[in-house]
């Protein structure tokens, strides 16, 4: 593995694993992030992870991964779908391993095999996790960290607060566990060592940057709106996904409809209705990322409250790093004085 080392930044069990100088992986997005946005994680020191399905087919993902290697040593996640749902699983994963990527973080599915192949060539797994059942089966497959979603994250979110989520999932695992959801700036990063993360995962700060190539009105919606506008949505995926309340999203609601219910709920054509539901809402997020569409469907967490202005990946890290050290000392100083 080609990793950097550091002689300064913050250790952890997994600045250790990675070999990189903050414990903070750029959280993979669908159609957010881009080849540049991982170099520009790698080279401010911390770590991307880019969803295998940011690409259209292995041949774009293998010249996407090779370009991201030949422009920095940072290590390369890979974050792979691994239910039924993305019928390329099987070839990004054995393409992904043949390239040399460094982890795979894996979401809705069984990492079974993804785990087995990876171990045999030294490359770690981490695994997308909700709840402690769920945790404890991808440490018994042998993960070697879980990525703690909690019900503040952007995205397909979890059900528990970091509050609970966190120490939780500390108390029964012997992995390390990466925070991820609702991280927004400095406090909210420092407080996660508090509840005893290794490591925190952040996506949705990442979004309104340069090295994106989704829309200005995307981008620009982060900056504008805020922690209140965001809502949940079945309406995309059939999973419960948080989205960006902009006028459209209020018009179309966020309930599925009698229709997509009826068919969600009978045994036959549930999962076709599921299937459709799924494409669908990919499509509409495709439209709404890329093209000039009223259609403004554009998936983010409450953790763009804090984005003020459009800027670049490495302002973002910036912004959290030093944060991160403003609240150690506010917190040194509070405790201090009584
Ligand atoms: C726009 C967007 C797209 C996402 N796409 C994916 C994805 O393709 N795969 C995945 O595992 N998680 C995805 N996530 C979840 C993130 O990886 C991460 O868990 C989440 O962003 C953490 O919460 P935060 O946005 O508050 O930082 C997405 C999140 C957002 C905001």
Redesign the pocket.
């Known amino acids: 593995m080609r990793f950097w080392s550091y002689i300064n930044g913050m250790k952890t069990s997994i600045t250790k694993m990675l070999g990189i100088k903050h414990p903070i992986i750029m959280?993979?997005?669908?159609l957010?992030t881009t080849e540049e946005m991982m170099i520009a994680a790698g080279e401010s020191g911390i770590t991307g992870c880019i969803?295998a399905l940011n690409w259209r087919s292995i041949e774009e993902l293998e010249a996407g991964i090779k370009k991201i290697q030949a422009a920095t040593k940072a290590p390369i996640g890979i974050?792979l779908i691994v239910n039924k749902s993305n019928p390329l699983y099987k070839k990004q994963l054995f393409k992904c391993l043949d390239l040399g990527v460094n982890y795979f973080?894996t979401?809705l599915g069984s990492p079974e095999e993804v785990i087995k192949e990876s171990h045999k060539q030294g490359v770690k797994v981490f695994c997308?996790v909700i709840d402690g059942d769920y945790a404890q089966k991808v440490e018994d497959l042998g993960a070697d960290a879980h990525i703690a979603?909690n019900s503040?994250?952007?995205?397909?979110l979890g059900n528990i607060p970091a509050t609970i989520l966190v120490p939780m999932l500390k108390a029964q695992s012997k992995i390390p566990v990466i925070a991820?959801?609702?991280?927004g700036e400095g406090h909210g990063y420092f407080s996660m060592f508090a509840l005893g993360a290794d490591a925190v995962?952040?996506?949705?700060?990442f979004?309104a940057t340069k090295e994106s190539k989704i829309n200005d009105g995307y981008k620009q919606a982060c900056v504008d709106y805020g922690a209140k506008d965001i809502v949940v949505t079945t309406k995309l995926s059939g999973s419960r996904c948080t989205v960006i309340k902009t006028p459209y999203v209020e018009k179309i609601g966020t309930d599925q409809n009698f229709i997509e219910n009826f068919l969600n709920k009978n045994k036959q054509a549930k999962k076709y209705a599921k299937m459709i539901t799924f494409w669908k809402g990919m499509k509409l997020l495709e439209k709404a990322a890329f093209s000039a569409s009223y259609k403004s469907v554009w998936?983010?967490?409450?953790?763009i409250e804090f984005t003020e202005k459009q800027s670049s990946v490495a302002e973002v890290v910036d912004r959290f790093v030093s944060g991160f050290e403003k609240a150690e000392k506010e917190f040194e100083s509070r405790r201090n004085s009584p």
């Open positions: 959280a993979p997005m669908f957010v969803p974050n973080i979401s997308d979603v503040g994250a952007g995205g397909h991820a959801g609702g991280i995962s952040i996506g949705s700060p979004i998936c983010a967490g409450t953790s």
